[in-house]
């Protein structure tokens, strides 16, 4: 039996699909606004606040692994009804808010380790959906697609190590657009499209994130939104992203002269 704490996303559908394929037992604890995950008879809608009501779930069920996958929005604390245990660590999540989401996640993470509950990897019964380093198009990176490259990676770098910032976009050597908690699609739409393809799209995990949940997501819709606006390429970190389409994502950058480059 695994437990599946599932935001929004194709992603949390992909592991899905596995886990009965598998026939693998499994439930569903639904964090999505609009409880998209309803109709699944094995879902729970449970907000965080109750976290009480969630560890007696998973000891129910007799799980002792579970999965985060898919966007999970920052929780408003105001609105959350506590139970006792939710009072009890409500602190704990509030002071990881105030540093970002992907601080509430690593401390989510450990507040269940701590009730002897193991986190596993989003992508672990979905390993298919990571590339290993390499460039996986006709096109490749040019010296200077190289140069903005490392000036991107080297801003990530310097970024708040609990900051939302899983992305941004070069151009001409400049950054000229920086992922906000909107996220990349409107990231990529807020620029103005360049008639000489030049901008180059670069999304990592975030700083000193949990590597177990909250994975950076790329698919098809990510590369038509960049062809739209003249981004000639992708670069993501090697089994670090999810890629969802990517058979259909290659074939259509490689047509429409967008590399994708994982380092």
Wanted: some cysteine; glycine content about 6%.
């Amino acid at each position: 039996m695994i437990g599946l704490f599932l935001g929004k996303t194709d992603f949390p559908k992909k592991i899905l699909n596995k886990l009965k394929k598998r026939k693998i037992k499994y439930f569903i604890i639904d964090l999505t606004k609009k409880k998209i995950f309803k109709k699944d008879i094995n879902s729970y809608s449970i907000n965080i606040g109750r976290f009480g009501q969630i560890l007696k779930l998973i000891n129910e069920k007799k799980c002792k692994k579970v999965i985060f996958a898919g966007k999970i929005d920052k929780p408003k604390i105001s609105t959350l009804r506590l139970d006792v245990k939710g009072i009890y660590y409500i602190p704990r999540i509030i002071k990881a808010a105030k540093l970002g989401d992907a601080a509430i996640l690593r401390e989510l993470i450990k507040i269940l380790d701590e009730n002897k509950i193991k986190v596993i990897k989003s992508n672990f019964y979905n390993p298919e959906l990571t590339l290993p380093k390499g460039n996986y198009t006709k096109k490749k990176p040019s010296k200077l697609d190289l140069m903005n490259i490392k000036i991107g990676i080297n801003t990530l770098k310097k970024i708040n190590s609990y900051n939302h910032v899983q992305g941004l976009i070069v151009r001409n050597k400049k950054i000229i657009s920086i992922e906000t908690t909107k996220g990349t699609k409107k990231m990529i739409q807020s620029i103005k499209k360049d008639k000489n393809n030049s901008g180059i799209l670069i999304k990592f995990p975030k700083k000193k994130q949990d590597l177990r949940a909250d994975l950076p997501t790329i698919g098809l819709d990510t590369l038509k939104d960049c062809k739209k606006v003249g981004i000639n390429g992708i670069v993501l970190k090697a089994k670090q992203n999810i890629f969802l389409d990517k058979e259909k994502s290659i074939k259509f950058a490689s047509k429409n002269k967008i590399f994708i480059y994982l380092i």
